[in-house]
Each structure stands twice: as structure tokens, then as C-alpha cells.
């Protein structure tokens, strides 16, 4: 996710080619590649948050 440029879009088919041809496998968890997809960006708004009540 950090290498997409901001403004570009990447679903999330797209990033399971991606880790399935890295990885040599035939196809990638939809669900799985999702959650973890979004983990850091939720991380991250978490943080922001925290910092904005401080």
C-alpha cells in the first residue's frame, strides 16, 4: 500500500495478483488481503486521532 502514489487507485483484486505472483501461489484470500490491506491505514488514523486530543 505505501507504494501506491496518492491519488491512484488499487482494488483489492489487484493487490491479491500482486502477493499471489510474489508468493507463487494460483490466487489470494479476498478477506484476508482486505483486512490486512486496510490494517495500516486504520493504524494510522488512530494515531492521528490520539495526536489531535492531546
Known amino acids: 500500500m505505501k507504494r501506491v ?12 495478483e500482486i502477493l499471489a505472483r ?4 494460483t490466487v489470494g484470500c479476498p478477506i484476508t488481503t482486505g483486512i490486512f490491506a486496510c490494517k495500516p ?12 486530543k492531546i
Open 5 to 16: 502514489p496518492r491519488g491512484r487507485l488499487i482494488t483489492v483484486n489487484r493487490i491479491r
Open 22 to 25: 510474489k508468493r507463487n501461489a
Open 41 to 52: 491505514q486504520g493504524q494510522r488514523k488512530r494515531k492521528e486521532q490520539k495526536e489531535k
